[in-house]
């Protein structure tokens, strides 16, 4: 607790956002959602000042990375969401564990939450930033061998690229807790991943702009079409897939669109799907409901963590370019957690597509059994809630010994199905070429569900302001 209210000492000292006097209305927070949107889309088209190129290890970040940390290589969005997204999870697994003792239902213990947290974050993105620079491939040219010291760039220049993507990092926070506190909708976390999905997607269907210097082919699905049909190589294998011999990589075509949307109908229809325990309630003896369980139990957060352990990794990886052997063992490590880039590696790299699934399903499964302990989900945790609320299972005595036992039933397999049920989601979406890729697209749509449950009730309280009093909302 010492080295948590030391951390949250130091928080104090960052700026951040009060909460609103007078709730803003729907569509004034709409407003608010949108300028947050775009000062995060601005900051991912401006570059650092003071850098010549995005090299070395870092030019090869994978969309995963980009996904998951909402970053834009080279900009001010290079760190992305990444800090805040680790300290979040650290702070998270801590609290949630035990380890720390801290009790989120008092408002000194969120407090104290937050503004570790906070601290914690600008932690991360001061190590990482320093990373980066005190790695001069990363972003400058090198006039030696050694990539600390021999670097085309003074040591003030490097300082001020370090001080720029903390300072980012800082924005982004307060964009977060913007959006957290009232002024806007759901979470500048959600937020930015959403939109880095979309424009990912946006991008594989319409973007004119050609893939590479050498040719005139459009990356964009629909433009692809119209230019392939106006030069006569269009053909069966090229419209569902496509693959570009001159870069070596394969781009947008039919098979990924349907993939997607294939996908997208599934994801919906299994975020709806609920699990009923019928029970009663002893103010209304007589009376019977039931209380459901989400199908998806663990929904989005197993490949969620997964995939923040490996961008770690990756990131981890690029600050240790000055050390090959440490280098060369995280490629091993990387390679084998890299998301496959379609169906065409089974059959040339078999192997390393069957590391990968056993590696990526048993981290999803330890994380989505891990996640129910953590955030209170585990039957012991349902069971105290439904006690709580004067909820009681028919037939059965008002024991929570009794209750969890028959909650464990139905949580533990929802939480081992449901893991594997995203996780086949993501790894077909990867094999068939989806736009978004497996994990934006999972993301995304979980992303989506939450706001269209937000904006719902939202519009409900507008509708009828008897519901704010009813639910003590001022």
Known sequence: MAVLEALAKIGEYFPGVPKPVIKPTLGRRFLYTFIALALYILMSSVPLYGIQHVGGFLGDLPQIVQIVFASTQGTLAQLGIGPIVTAGLIMQILVGSKIINLDLSRPEGRRLFTLSQKTLAIIIASVEAFGFVIIGSNFWFLTGPNPIFDVDASAA????????????????????????KGWGIGSGISLFILAGVAMS??????????????????LGFIPFLVWASMNGTLDMQNLFVRVNPQIGQTLPGLLGLISMIVLIVILIYLQRMKVYIPVTTQRLRGIKTRVPLQFLYVTNIPVLLVSILFSDLIIF???????????????????????????FELFVDPLRIAVFTILFTGLALLFGLMWIEVAGLSPSGQAERLIKAGLEVPGLRRNPRVLEAL?????????????????????????????????????????????????????????YPLLKRIIGES
Do not use: H
């Not at 052997?325 to 084998?336: K, N, S």
């Not at 996780?423 to 569900?449: C, F, K, W």
């Open 317 to 343: 990886r690029s600050l240790l370019s000055a050390n090959p052997t440490a280098a060369e063992i995280l490629d091993r490590v990387i390679y084998y957690l890299n998301p496959p880039r379609g169906y």
């Open 407 to 463: 909650l464990a039933k139905y949580i533990y397999p929802l939480a081992v199905l449901s893991t594997l049920i995203v996780v086949s989601i993501v790894i077909v979406a990867d094999l068939t070429l989806a736009y978004g890729g497996g994990i934006g697209i999972l993301l995304s749509i979980g992303i989506l569900e939450q706001y269209y449950n937000m904006i719902a009730y939202e519009r409900a309280l507008e509708a």
């Open 157 to 180: 220049i490097r300082a001020f690229v370090w001080f720029q993507l903390v300072f980012a990092t800082l924005i982004v926070i307060l964009l977060d807790e913007m959006l957290q």
């Open 201 to 218: 997607v946006f991008n594989n269907i319409f973007s004119p702009f050609p893939v590479s210097e050498t040719t005139s082919e459009p």
